[in-house]
């Protein structure tokens, strides 16, 4: 695993990446300033860390060493 892997601005999956994180990070400023009742914060709050989630996800997919799969071919 190479943590230099997980920049590569021609991939998709790096735009992604970039924009789970950005929306993550929207919706979790939106939980500290905004007053929400409570279905709101599930709500708001459910979709920041799914959001966060994705994001991890994409960038595990990023930086793993794929030399298993050239291997394999």
Same mark, same amino acid.
């Given at each position: 695993?190479k943590l230099? =892997?997980l920049?590569q601005?021609? +991939?998709?999956?790096?735009w992604?990446? !970039?924009?789970? *994180?950005?929306l993550? +990070?929207?919706?979790? @400023?939106?939980? =500290?300033s @905004?007053?929400? *009742?409570t279905?709101?914060l599930?709500? !708001?709050?459910? $979709?920041?860390?799914? *959001?966060? !989630?994705?994001?991890l996800w $994409?960038? @595990?997919?990023?930086? =793993?060493?794929?030399a298993?799969r050239?291997?394999?071919?």
């Open positions: 695993m230099a =892997r920049f601005p021609r +991939s998709p999956l790096f992604l990446m !970039v924009a789970f *994180n950005v993550s +990070s929207a919706l979790a @400023w939106v939980l =500290r @905004w007053p929400l *009742n279905f709101g599930w709500l !708001v709050g459910g $979709l920041a860390l799914a *959001n966060a !989630v994705m994001g $994409l960038a @595990w997919r990023l930086v =793993r060493d794929d298993s050239r291997l394999a071919r």
